[in-house]
């Protein structure tokens, strides 16, 4: 399933400010906290939104100088190269690239940290050639791209059945704070005749079509 546009209205205001509490997400999206706080629940639980991290500041955590380093490789050594690089501390990023060329950003201690680290001995292997390396002057933007929706999908997966819910409104049961989801209403039906009685000792369970509660719990 992919993330409808409230989703994606979350994900902005989240984006914004990872921060920010349900209520302030609500006000600032004109949902409702409720809202808010299951579609959270569900993009967290189907790893569209993965985690919440600090950004930190470069400048305040490290002084340290950046810089970006090309080369060319042999295709037979291409991988091996790429992942010997990713295992080095002050490599922060390695990207594989057309052309054969691998091209790394690098953290030094300052910029004559660069000739040291272009001595390294896995740049010196057979099949590597550094075609350049520049020191970053300026960082002028530096965070992941904007979102296109188009390109997101969750992996939601049945409560019941542990199938792929492919329904963009899928079925649901909420107790309390707790959310659960369906393929189908059969599973949804299946799930409640169950586990109703033992969801019915948290609170009344709630459903998006509340009929069919009846006679289940
Ligand atoms: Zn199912």
Known sequence: MKPDTIDVKIIEALMEDGRASFRQIARRTSLTTPTVSARIA???????????????????VNPHVLALVTLKVSSMVAEEVASDLARLREVEDVYMTTGQSITLKVALNSPQG??????L???????????SSQIITAVVKEESAALLPSTMTMNLRCDYCSEKVTRSRPYTVSVASSHYYFCCKTCRKA?????????AKLGAPKTDQPDILKGAV
């Open 42 to 60: 569900r993009m967290t639980k189907a790893g569209l939104i993965m985690k919440f991290v600090p950004v930190l500041s470069v400048d305040s």
């Open 114 to 119: 660069l000739q040291s680290f272009l001595n």
């Open 121 to 131: 001995g896995v740049l010196a292997k057979p099949g590597v050639d550094v075609t």
């Open 191 to 199: 799930y409640l005749d169950k586990y109703g009685s033992r969801l």
